[in-house]
């Protein structure tokens, strides 16, 4: 069966920290792994990984695809308030369903 | 158009009840996804649109769900005679894509529901 699992699944951080949140996956088909931020209501869109090894920057975020481990890190440095977030990992299947893991509850402390 | 819209936001029911939330995609997109997300869990896959053709529907979607997607513009989504397990966030999403295209959903603020 296809999933997607994330750890921690929540995390407390001091501001200016460094976070890394991870996401494992087994899905069949595979073709793309996607990274979302939810705060108050929909999840809007960080990044979207398919090759290993190339990492994907935006500002202090930062996320890498691992295909052989089948897994993806993403990394914030420098933590902000705003940052204080679920952070969604998602991996389509073969077919057209998304998989979604249950997200990582990140809370940065002023 | 600046993005997916869902309506209503906000919709309180007495279990038994029908209920009908509606999305308005981004304009140009083909794809017109339903997600259904409960507290401290990610959005569960429902039911996938292509157009007006619905390709993909979840194992998990009772009978009670049903979803329509006339024209390949605007979705609804039924639930008929609610539970009170059906109290959960209803998000849609849309996207732009080919076949094998791996694409960027792009979500609506979604319809929260609580069946009382």
């Known amino acids: 069966e296809d999933k997607v699992v994330q750890s921690p699944l929540s995390l407390v951080v001091h501001e200016g920290d460094t976070v890394t949140l991870n996401c494992s996956y087994e899905?069949?088909?595979?073709?793309?792994l996607l990274w979302y931020k939810q705060e108050k209501k929909a999840p809007t869109f960080l990044f979207m990984l398919?090759?290993?090894?190339i990492e994907k920057k935006s500002g202090r975020l930062s996320s890498i695809l691992d295909k052989k481990e089948l897994f993806s890190i993403l990394n914030i440095t420098a933590t902000q308030t705003g940052d204080s977030a679920i952070y969604l990992c998602a991996v389509p299947t073969g077919g057209f369903k998304t998989i979604f893991g249950a997200g990582t509850r990140l809370f940065v402390k002023a | 158009d600046t993005g997916v819209s869902q309506d209503p936001r906000h919709k309180i029911t007495k279990r038994g009840q029908n209920v009908t939330f509606r999305c308005d995609p981004i304009s140009e997109h083909n794809r017109l996804y339903w997600y259904r997300q409960t507290l401290g869990q990610g959005p569960e896959f429902l039911t996938y649109f292509q157009n007006e053709a619905q390709l993909e529907k979840s194992r998990l979607l009772s009978d009670r769900f049903s979803a329509e997607r006339p024209k390949g513009s605007f979705s609804t989504l039924e639930i008929q005679r609610t539970e009170q397990g059906d109290s959960a966030m209803y998000l849609c999403?849309?996207?732009?894509?080919?076949?094998?295209?791996?694409?960027?959903?792009?979500f609506g603020p979604g319809t929260r529901l609580t069946v009382l």
């Open positions: 999403a849309s996207s732009w894509g080919l076949a094998g295209w791996t694409d960027t959903q792009y």
């Open positions: 398919t090759s290993s090894g």
């Open positions: 899905v069949t088909n595979f073709r793309s």
